[in-house]
């Protein structure tokens, strides 16, 4: 199969050519060989291994994971030991962030109580509690 150039491979994997660049500057892409012409040539399985990188980060794996990932799949003996593991990982770490943001929506939600119950006069309790000082949104007027 004939080489691609920048283009055609941002087009075929659904990203920008300046997200090919990044990933070049990144390590995740090896920089090309350039025709005579100036242009990159791209070897075909570039686009299988953009898609790849997209689904990893959509799974929420840094840039430096799926870096990771790579070695592992040029290896799939070793792949298959600790691919699971870091995982496993990122699941912990998914499961981190979910609390943390169910703890934010909690916090939100007792604001916006505080707010749709305040007594005409005073300040908005959501605004004193993010400007330091929740005591203030009884005390001023």
Same mark, same amino acid.
């Given at each position: 199969?004939?080489?691609?150039?920048?283009?055609?491979?941002?087009?075929?994997?659904?990203?920008?050519?300046?997200?090919?660049?990044?990933?070049?500057?990144?390590?995740?892409?090896?920089e090309p060989?350039?025709?005579?012409?100036?242009?990159?040539?791209? #070897? #075909?399985d570039t686009?299988?291994?953009?898609?790849?990188? +997209?689904?990893?980060?959509?799974?929420?794996?840094?840039?430096?994971?799926?870096?990771?990932?790579?070695?592992?799949r040029k290896?799939?003996?070793?792949?298959?030991? +600790?691919?699971?593991?870091?995982?496993?990982?990122?699941?912990?770490?998914?499961?981190?962030?979910?609390?943390?943001?169910?703890?934010?929506?909690?916090?939100?939600?007792?604001?916006?109580?505080?707010?749709?119950?305040?007594?005409?006069?005073?300040?908005?309790?959501?605004?004193?509690?993010?400007?330091?000082?929740?005591?203030?949104?009884?005390?001023?007027?």
């Open positions: 199969m004939k080489s691609l150039r920048t283009g055609e491979v941002a087009r075929l994997a659904g990203v920008n050519v300046e997200t090919l660049r990044f990933y070049e500057r990144e390590g995740i892409l090896v060989p350039r025709r005579m012409s100036g242009y990159r040539e791209y #070897p #075909p686009v299988d291994l953009i898609r790849f990188v +997209k689904r990893a980060q959509e799974l929420g794996f840094s840039l430096r994971e799926i870096q990771e990932l790579l070695n592992l290896v799939p003996r070793r792949a298959t030991g +600790k691919v699971p593991g870091l995982v496993r990982g990122k699941i912990s770490e998914i499961d981190h962030k979910i609390r943390d943001l169910q703890a934010m929506r909690r916090a939100l939600g007792e604001l916006l109580g505080a707010c749709e119950e305040k007594k005409s006069g005073t300040s908005c309790p959501i605004i004193a509690s993010l400007s330091g000082c929740p005591e203030c949104a009884e005390t001023e007027k």
